[in-house]
């Protein structure tokens, strides 16, 4: 009787240790409040609503690891945008250029859609739609992390019809790589190497931004370096389409340093477009100084002041300089669960320097680009919102 029950306690242990090898979780972030913008029109009117993900773009994802052994760990992400205000799924109606709503076939997964294998001594692989080295440090290196209205990505430039800079749509190449292999190392006293490259095709579900050309290859690389408070990275990133007629090409440098009391952040970065036309020669400086501070445990505030100037060596119309500010004060109301508010505050200068944001209202004419691509002088926007992650 005693070895049954030993026997049997044994095979429930080894089952209870096989099920833990292997895990999947579920998660996301539910974000949504109340904005304002100002001179949305050329009128100078302002649009006012119902706004999804102003501190973190709303998502919903699966994630799962298996430990195979020997340090080896096989794994998987899935994840998908949930507009919060409307309950859209973001991949499968992309905004086009006029802030309209086009229904997709497929790129539910559009945050992401990877199997990786990894090791503890030989790194990391991804294969499948993952982000960019370049896109990971704009966000990290950010002081109000690409909060949708007054972060980095969506208080920078770029031009009409052309997506070198770095708050362009969300396309391939410019935050992550479709049909990608990616690589990240393992850290090294302090460094860590990424290295991203893969390509889009103008098939259903592979690329659903209008007007870019039918294939196009990224390849993205990263380094970064840690110790104690310093974090420093640098990013390159080549964008081309199949003719080899042109490319954009984008160099970033990004560091801080954690006071505890205070986080100071920079960025620099230089795009450029060689594609024939009057893109061709346009360039980017983007400049970013910005600081993040714990006022208590429960309360966070942040500023970031951006500066871009444009240039373009054919035509002034495109060319000029503009100025953005971020800020934010957040309060934890738990581990999960915190409220915020938001401000930015744009100068536009030049026909070609409009500011460019991906957040989305909902209302009478849902979804509508919050900043996309204006031109109508300054602007000022503000937004009260709640953000929960599970």
Excluded: C
Aim: hydrophobic share 35%.
């Amino acid at each position: 009787m005693k070895k049954s029950l030993f026997a049997l306690a044994a095979v429930t242990a080894f089952a209870g240790a096989a099920q833990a090898q292997s895990s999947v979780t579920a998660y996301g972030i539910v974000d949504a409040g109340i904005a304002s913008v100002s001179n949305t029109t050329a009128a100078g009117g302002s649009t006012t609503g119902v706004q999804s993900g102003g501190l973190a773009s709303p998502r919903l994802g699966f994630k799962g690891m298996e430990d195979l052994g020997g340090g080896l760990k096989a794994g998987f992400v899935l994840e998908a945008e949930i507009l919060t205000a409307n309950g859209t799924a973001n991949g499968l109606a992309a905004q086009t250029s006029n802030g309209t709503a086009t229904a997709q076939s497929s790129g539910f997964f559009n945050r992401a859609s990877y199997i990786s294998l990894s090791d503890a001594k030989f790194g990391d692989v991804k294969v499948g739609l993952s982000n960019t080295a370049t896109y990971d440090n704009q966000i990290k290196f950010d002081p109000l992390h690409a909060a949708n209205l007054g972060g980095y990505l969506n208080t920078s430039t770029t031009t009409d019809g052309v997506s070198t800079g770095p708050a362009s749509s969300q396309t391939q190449g410019a935050s992550r790589g479709n049909n990608a292999i990616s690589y990240t190392s393992p850290k090294f006293m302090g460094l860590q190497a990424r290295f991203l490259t893969g390509e889009a095709q103008g098939t259903t579900g592979m690329n659903n931004y209008a007007g870019i050309a039918s294939y196009m290859r990224v390849s993205d690389y990263g380094l970064s370096y840690n110790w104690r408070a310093l974090d420093l990275a640098a990013t390159y990133r080549t964008v081309s389409n199949t003719a080899g007629a042109g490319a954009s090409t984008t160099t970033s440098a990004f560091g801080s340093y954690d006071f505890k009391m205070v986080k100071p952040y920079l960025i620099y970065q230089i795009s450029a477009n060689t594609t024939p036309g009057t893109a061709q020669g346009m360039n980017y400086i983007t400049k970013m100084i910005g600081a993040e501070a714990p006022i208590t445990p429960r309360i966070t505030v942040a500023a970031q002041y951006t500066q871009n100037i444009n240039g373009n060596v054919e035509s002034s119309t495109v060319s000029g300089t503009t100025s953005a500010q971020g800020l934010l004060a957040k309060y934890a109301l738990s581990k999960r669960t915190s409220i915020y508010a938001l401000g930015a505050f744009s100068q536009n200068g030049g026909a070609g320097a409009g500011l460019v944001s991906t957040s989305k209202f909902t209302g009478s004419t849902a979804p509508v680009v919050l900043t996309g691509q204006t031109n109508y002088a300054n602007q000022t926007a503000y937004m009260l919102g709640m953000n929960h992650s599970f």
